[in-house]
């Protein structure tokens, strides 16, 4: 069992930047993808981005491509979502999540990671 947890969502400006951290427990946290979904109001669930085990490879939806950047800290048992230029329709509750599949690259699909944590508040004003 994975336990997740996000921190650092806030209100923001439009034009400013977060960064989101996630904590993982357990001992095998290199072994998971981790990804960042996020969910506004009447909305499904959306992909943002994915890392690899090791963080060599990162994967973005092209809503936040160029502009969020996802890296991990295994010694940490962390992943990071660095989010810059934020925009009024970036406001959401964001979530990290743990896929322990053997697939060559991390899914962006949301009902194929396993864990996932509370969720964190982001919310940029216009």
């Known amino acids: 069992q994975v336990q997740l947890v996000e921190s650092g969502g806030e209100l923001v400006q439009a034009g400013g930047s977060l960064r989101l951290s996630c904590g993982a427990s357990?001992?095998?946290?290199?072994?998971?993808?981790m990804g960042w979904f996020r969910q506004a109001p009447g909305k499904e669930r959306e992909f943002i981005a994915a890392?690899?085990?090791?963080?060599?490879?990162?994967y973005y939806a092209d809503s936040v491509k160029g502009r969020f950047t996802i890296a991990r800290e295994n010694a940490k048992n962390t992943v990071y979502l660095q989010m810059n230029r934020l925009k009024p329709e970036d406001t959401a509750v964001y979530y990290c999540a743990s896929d322990a599949s053997r697939t060559l690259v991390p899914s962006r699909r949301a009902g194929d990671y396993d864990y996932w944590g509370q969720g964190t508040q982001v919310t940029v004003s216009s």
């Open positions: 890392i690899s085990r090791s963080g060599g490879s990162t």
């Open positions: 357990g001992r095998t946290f290199s072994s998971y993808y």
